[in-house]
């Protein structure tokens, strides 16, 4: 039989009284009956079946197990020592069914002490790198490769409906919780249709685009899933001429294109079902929200954007609109210094993207729609 501390003799007696307990060694499953006694900073525990030699456990190393911390009934201890575990502890085990003694022991301030070995925060710590290494291979190269190929093969009748469930979302957003107001004065959706049918007539998009406003002050306009395109009404107060919303609906329309909305929103919702797991549960309605909300920011790659421009070039070009709108626009926000637009936040600089649709080749320009429409679609929110 292993006994710990034997033959040690020279603590001082506890006056309190001596309680029974059972002792388990650690090595074999044999009971032995015990009596625990209190001796200043030590246990004496004396075997009594089958006797033994009494033998002593310091306080200050008791610890009780974990699962056996209840605060009121028999209390199962065990010894702080030096093993292998990370969390060492000696095998063998005391149990003290006496409630008063318990309840005494739980009273010590070590008794819960979490011991580890030497060495194990750097293990931890080692461990938490390599697993937040993994987790950012994942989040920005697997997930973006992932996020590519599932919206270059996903069925645009499927991408139309998944737009949808994502423009609820947003317009859930930008009416802080409550659907965000469309804007339907009759003359202003038909000048919206007028804008519309201008930059698409004979174009052959593979999508057939849905325009609609909402009633925001915020300088915005945005691209979802499936050809949806969505212009807020601060676009309209701010911009100058109807040249500017079309040079800004024709770069949306190039993400529509190159399918940037659907790959934006794969990678989004990849990014927060994995930090779910990493962090804590995620429903799927949380994840259309994160998408939603990435979808305000358009947070896209500065390849994306240079692609979408380059797009809106030849578009409006082709259309007769010229790039000189939209250069304008860059011009104005540059020279009156104003806040940047939530959609140009990530883009690059309005200084740059000004030179390059000035430079680009204007052809014929004729105006987007007459003086009368744009005043209608800027009016149409009422």
């Keep these: 039989m292993r006994w710990i501390g034997a033959g040690r003799s020279d603590v001082t007696p506890h006056p309190d009284q001596p309680v029974s307990g059972t002792y388990f060694d650690g090595q074999t499953a044999v009971r032995h009956d015990v009596q625990i006694k209190a001796y200043g900073e ?19 190393r008791i610890r009780a197990l974990d699962g056996h911390k209840a605060r009121h009934g028999p209390l199962t201890i065990t010894l702080q020592a030096d093993t292998d575990d990370e969390a060492p502890r000696d ?24 011991d580890l070995r030497r ?36 069925p645009i009748e499927r991408e139309v409906a998944f737009g949808q469930l994502v423009m609820a979302q947003m317009e859930s957003l930008l009416g802080d919780g409550s659907p965000a107001a469309a804007c339907n004065a009759p003359a202003g959706l038909a000048a919206l249709e007028v804008m519309r049918q201008r930059l698409t007539a004979g174009q052959g998009l593979r999508y057939d685009l849905t325009l609609r406003v909402l009633d925001t002050p915020m300088v915005n306009a945005f691209a979802a899933p499936g050809g949806q395109i969505v212009i807020l009404r601060g676009l309209l107060d701010d911009a100058s001429t109807p040249a500017e919303v079309a040079g800004v609906l024709a770069h949306e329309i190039g993400h529509v294109e190159a399918r940037d909305p659907t790959r934006l929103a794969f990678r989004a919702a990849g990014s927060a079902g994995i930090l779910s797991l990493v962090l804590g549960d995620a429903t799927g309605g949380t994840l259309i929200a994160i998408v939603g909300d990435q979808m305000l920011s358009a947070a896209y790659t500065r390849e994306a954007e240079a ?76």
């Design 42 to 60: 030590y246990l004496g525990i004396t075997p009594v079946a089958p006797p033994g030699k009494p033998f002593i456990w310091p306080l200050a």
């Design 91 to 114: 095998p063998a085990r005391l149990i003290i069914n006496d409630s008063s003694f318990a309840n005494w022991l739980r009273s010590l301030p070590t008794l819960t002490r979490r």
């Design 119 to 154: 060495g194990t925060w750097g293990k931890v710590a080692l461990y938490v790198g390599g697993a937040a290494a993994a987790v950012a291979l994942i989040l920005f190269v697997f997930l973006p490769r992932i996020a590519d190929e599932l919206a270059s093969r996903m």
């Design 307 to 382: 692609a979408a421009d380059a797009f809106a070039h030849r578009l409006l070009t082709d259309t007769g609109i010229g790039t000189a709108g939209l250069a304008a626009f860059f011009d104005r926000i540059e020279v009156e210094g104003m806040e940047l637009p939530e959609y140009l936040s990530t883009h690059p600089t309005t200084t740059g993207r000004a030179a390059a649709a000035r430079a680009a080749d204007q052809g014929v320009v004729t105006p987007v729609m007459s003086d009368a429409e744009w005043a209608a679609l800027q009016g149409i929110c009422g």
